[in-house]
Each structure stands twice: as C-alpha cells, then as structure tokens.
C-alpha cells in the first residue's frame, strides 16, 4: 500500500507538471499563464479541488493513440470565491493548443452538471483551439453539449467567461450563452472565422487582434463586458464580480457590513449636476457619490456609453445600477445602449438584484441608420426586460425624461415600485422648444415676430406643463427630493421593498423582441 500511495503522489505531481517545462515557457513568452497558475489566482488559497485529473482520450488515428496526457487539456474542479463555493474549467493550451475533443468535453460537462446541481457559479478560463479536428464530430458533439448545459443554467446560476487565448468557431457560442465575458488585450481573440478564412471568402486582410481582439469586443461588438491589460488584474476583477452575485437563483446575493452612513447626504451633487439640461457631467460621479464606499463595478464600459449598467452596492445589499450618461451623445438611447442595457436589466432580474435606474434622457437617437437599424425592436427589448423583471424597482429623474425613452427607463408607468425626481427635472413628450414648435406651429409662422412669440410660447409652455411638480401632481412621481438626500431615499425604498414578491403570469416562456 505504501508504494501505491507513494505512485499516487507521483503521478499527481506529474500530472499537475503537465506536458513539461518547455510547454510552460512557451505559455509564459506569449505572456500567459498557466490553467493551473490562473486557477490559483482565480481561487481562495488551497482551495481548489480537481475532478478527472486522470482523465485521458481514447481516440485513436493520426497519432493520437500515442500521445495520451492526462486531463486530455482541461482541468476542472471546484474551489471558493471568498469563502463560497465555486466550479470552474481552464483549458491548458499546453496540451493539444487547449483543443476541446471527446474526453475533454465530457469532464467539461460534468463539472457544468455539478455546478447547476450544487447551486452555485460556473467559471471558464478559454484559451483553445476549437474543436480537435483529428476527433472530428465527436468534438462537436462535445461543443453541442456544453451549449445547451449554458441554455438550462441561464439565470439559474451565474456564468462567467473568461476569454485568455484564442477562441475561435464553436468556442466562441459558450461564451456568448454566458452572464458575463471578460477578456485580456493583446492574447485573447474570438472570433467565428479567422483572419484566413476571412480573407478567401471576402478579400479582406485583417489581422487576429483586429477581427476579434478584447478591444473589438469591447468597444465595438459588445461581445464582453470586461476588458483588462493582464491577467492578475481580470482575475481579481473577477473574484469581485463574484462577492456581488449571489450563488444562485434561489438566494439573494451576499449582503456585507455597512460603514458607510445611510443618512449621509449627498451635498455635492447640486454643484456637480447643471440645473441646464443642455450641459453634460459624468453620471459616474453622481453614482459614486450616492453608493456605499463609492464603489462601482461598471459592465461594457467602452460599448454603448451613453448608458451606463454595472453592480454595486447600497446598505451593503447588491444593487444594480442602469444611469443615463449625459457625457456621452447627451445620454440618448440608441439601437446598442437599449440592447446593453436590456441585457443587464434581465441578468439582475434573474439573480435577485434590485434595479435603481437614474434618468437623463432626452430621448432616442434619430436617423435613418437608427430606424433602418431596428431601433424599434431594440428599444423594445429594455421595455420588454423592465416589464419583465419582479425585483425592486426605483427610478429617479435627475434632470429631463422625454418622450418614449422616459417610459422604457423604467417609469412608473411600466412597473417601477417607486419614482423620484430631482427639484429641476422635466418630464414631457419632448423638449419645450420642440414641443412649442409643433404645437404653436400656426401662432409662430403668422406672428409679426416669430422669434419673440416662439420665445413667449416656449416659456409659457415649460411653465404650464414642464414644471417640476406637474408629474408629482399627477402621481407619476412618488416625490421630489432634495439631491442631498438621494442616497437615503434609496435606501430607505430598497429596505421597504427587500421582501417584494411578484408572480408573472403562467406561461411556457415570453417571447421578447429580438
């Protein structure tokens, strides 16, 4: 028995070694880790446990008979996130270029089950080479069946990918089936078809980086939410991603001790926010100002940006956060802004979150692009997901609200559980000046001098049906707050509405716009 467990341990050294040095020097002169080393980083120390690290394929033909490591290029196992259970995989490019064949997609299957069964966040770390092509459709099988693990564990347990080498056809979709998708510049590329295929099909020449690089989908795609210079640092951004979600969907997310004040006011915002709705400032600073610690973990942050989505939290409860971004295209919605944040709209519906929504808008984007675009449909999918969603819902007008783009920001109209406005705010159909303009079209054009009378009208107009406390009058608004007071308003809803329950009808599934 003592030579066996000795061989044990030697072989577990070995396996854990994995393909040798050289496989790991070659990982590092790229400038990336190790599955193993970005385990560590990813978990609490000595916490990680590996499932199948035996495990070896059984393909046989074009060599494969004769090269057998063992976790056949992917380790998987569980460990814990700041004291909680988590399952994660991490593809081991050293071996086989982290391709996905038969034997690696069972183990990834597995510790998906696992994950869905324990109730708690599934973690990838990609860095593959796709399918094994000497496998064939026993490789993409394998794909098939991590696809539809994602589709039955959307918003039952978090998902969270990590983009940290090359992804490319197939292993790119379980990605995009995920929660969130992080990625590393300069190493990490997705894409459907590269560059090649690319350029036979259409001509074009492209290099990896620029069809599919973090960058690209950072900023231009949408296709991640995250983008960070290394690996450390994504990681780390990852654990605390995870302290803000809960394990599953039938938990609420961790809440934690609370040092920063409930009444302290929030003095400075009158200064930072223009009563002049035409001048910008950044919402960053507003949320900041208003959430514990001023913490923000803000999500597509260099895609769409006049609007901004990300998780923080408010009496140390998880609060997530949809703000116009007054800096950016004066805060209007547009074909990409209402998909982003319809997306992160449906993630904190799932998972418990409640919504706080700070409203600026002046309205939709115009223009053919927009209409050609399917800005209707897009628009409709963040009405669809407010509609939707049963968690505590706030809403607070800062400055103005306009036209359709005030109800798809979460108005009371569409189901918001409470709404505040700002002592400045304007809530109408359009702005005074346009709205003047169709309105007293006829008085304007007969006038001796329309620009003195488009000017009376525009004044009489704002103060018949723009004033502060028109809505407020109405019951659309719950009150009007002082700005000072923003942060304990908020807190004070979000206790009263912690126990909040809401049924939607009975039905198969919705079917949202698409």
Same mark, same amino acid.
């Given at each position: 028995m003592r030579d066996s467990v000795a061989l044990l341990h030697a072989t577990r050294r070995d396996v854990e070694r994995g393909p040798g040095s050289r496989g790991t020097q070659q990982q590092h002169a790229r400038g990336k880790l190790t599955a193993r080393e970005r385990l560590d980083l990813l978990f609490d120390a000595g916490s990680f446990h590996e499932v199948e690290r035996f495990r070896r394929h059984r393909a046989t033909g074009f060599g494969l008979e004769h090269r057998r490591p063992h976790t056949d290029g992917v380790v998987t196992g569980w460990g814990t996130v700041h004291g909680r259970t988590v399952f994660a995989y991490a593809h081991d490019f050293r071996i086989f270029g982290g391709s996905l064949g038969e034997a690696h997609a069972t183990k990834i299957h597995k510790i998906m089950d696992m994950a869905v069964s324990a109730g708690a966040p599934l973690v990838s770390l990609n860095d593959g080479a796709g399918a094994r092509i000497q496998e064939g459709v026993l490789a993409l099988a394998g794909y098939g069946g991590i696809f539809r693990r994602n589709t039955r564990a959307s918003g039952?347990? %978090?998902? #969270?990918?990590?983009?940290?080498?090359?992804?490319?056809?197939?292993?790119?979709?379980? %990605?995009?089936?995920?929660?969130?998708?992080?990625?590393?510049?300069?190493?990490?590329?997705?894409? #459907?078809?590269?560059?090649?295929?690319?350029?036979?099909?259409?001509?074009?020449?492209?290099?990896? *980086?620029?069809?599919?690089?973090?960058?690209?989908?950072?900023?231009?795609?949408?296709?991640?939410?995250?983008?960070?210079?290394?690996?450390? *640092?994504?990681?780390?951004?990852?654990?605390?991603?995870?302290?803000?979600?809960?394990?599953?969907?039938?938990?609420?997310?961790?809440?934690?001790?609370?040092?920063?004040?409930? *009444?302290?006011?929030?003095?400075?915002?009158?200064?930072?926010? %223009?009563?002049?709705? =035409?001048?910008?400032?950044?919402?960053?600073?507003? !949320?900041?100002?208003?959430?514990?610690?001023?913490?923000?973990?803000?999500?597509?942050?260099?895609?769409?940006?006049?609007?901004?989505?990300?998780?923080?939290?408010?009496?140390?409860?998880?609060?997530?956060?949809?703000? =116009?971004?007054?800096?950016?295209?004066?805060?209007?919605?547009? !074909?990409?802004?209402?998909?982003?944040?319809?997306?992160?709209?449906?993630?904190?519906?799932?998972?418990?979150?409640?919504?706080?929504?700070?409203?600026d808008v002046p309205g939709f984007l115009p223009g053919v692009d927009q209409e050609h675009?399917?800005?209707?449909?897009?628009?409709?999918?963040?009405?669809?997901?407010?509609?939707?969603?049963?968690?505590?819902?706030?809403?607070?007008?800062?400055?103005?609200?306009?036209?359709?783009?005030? #109800?798809?920001?979460? =108005?009371?109209?569409?189901?918001?559980?409470?709404?505040?406005?700002?002592?400045?705010?304007?809530?109408?159909?359009?702005?005074?000046?346009?709205?003047?303009?169709?309105?007293?079209?006829?008085?304007?054009?007969?006038?001796?001098? %329309?620009?003195?009378?488009?000017?009376?009208?525009?004044?009489?107009?704002?103060?018949?049906?723009?004033?502060?406390?028109y809505a407020a009058e109405r019951g659309l608004v719950d009150d009007v707050i002082d700005p000072a007071e923003t942060r304990s308003t908020l807190v004070e809803a979000l206790r009263a509405l912690r126990a909040k329950h809401a049924d939607l009808p009975s039905r198969k599934h919705g079917n949202p716009p698409t």
């Open positions: 039952v347990i %978090p998902q #969270i990918a990590v983009m940290l080498g090359p992804c490319a056809g197939g292993a790119a979709y379980s %990605p995009a089936l995920n929660d969130f998708v992080f990625m590393v510049r300069g190493t990490a590329q997705m894409f #459907i078809t590269g560059p090649d295929v690319v350029h036979s099909v259409t001509g074009e020449e492209i290099t990896h *980086e620029g069809l599919g690089g973090a960058d690209v989908h950072g900023r231009v795609s949408g296709v991640a939410g995250f983008v960070h210079d290394d690996e450390a *640092e994504c990681l780390d951004e990852v654990r605390h991603l995870l302290s803000l979600l809960p394990s599953n969907n039938r938990e609420l997310p961790p809440a934690y001790p609370c040092d920063d004040p409930v *009444e302290r006011t929030n003095d400075g915002l009158v200064d930072l926010v %223009p009563a002049d709705g =035409s001048r910008p400032y950044d919402m960053r600073a507003v !949320i900041r100002e208003v959430v514990d610690e001023g913490e923000w973990l803000e999500t597509h942050e260099g895609w769409a940006t006049s609007v901004l989505c990300g998780l923080t939290r408010l009496d140390g409860q998880t609060v997530g956060i949809v703000a =116009s971004q007054p800096t950016s295209l004066a805060g209007v919605l547009d !074909i990409h802004a209402a998909e982003k944040a319809a997306r992160f709209v449906s993630v904190c519906d799932a998972f418990s979150i409640p919504l706080v929504t700070l409203v675009g399917g800005i209707i449909r897009h628009g409709a999918k963040l009405l669809y997901a407010y509609c939707n969603a049963t968690v505590p819902r706030i809403s607070v007008v800062l400055r103005k609200a306009y036209g359709g783009a005030y #109800i798809v920001m979460d =108005s009371q109209s569409i189901g918001a559980d409470a709404t505040y406005a700002w002592p400045a705010n304007e809530i109408a159909v359009m702005g005074a000046e346009g709205a003047a303009n169709v309105v007293f079209r006829r008085e304007i054009a007969a006038a001796e001098d %329309p620009e003195e009378t488009r000017a009376r009208l525009v004044k009489e107009y704002r103060a018949e049906l723009m004033h502060p406390y």
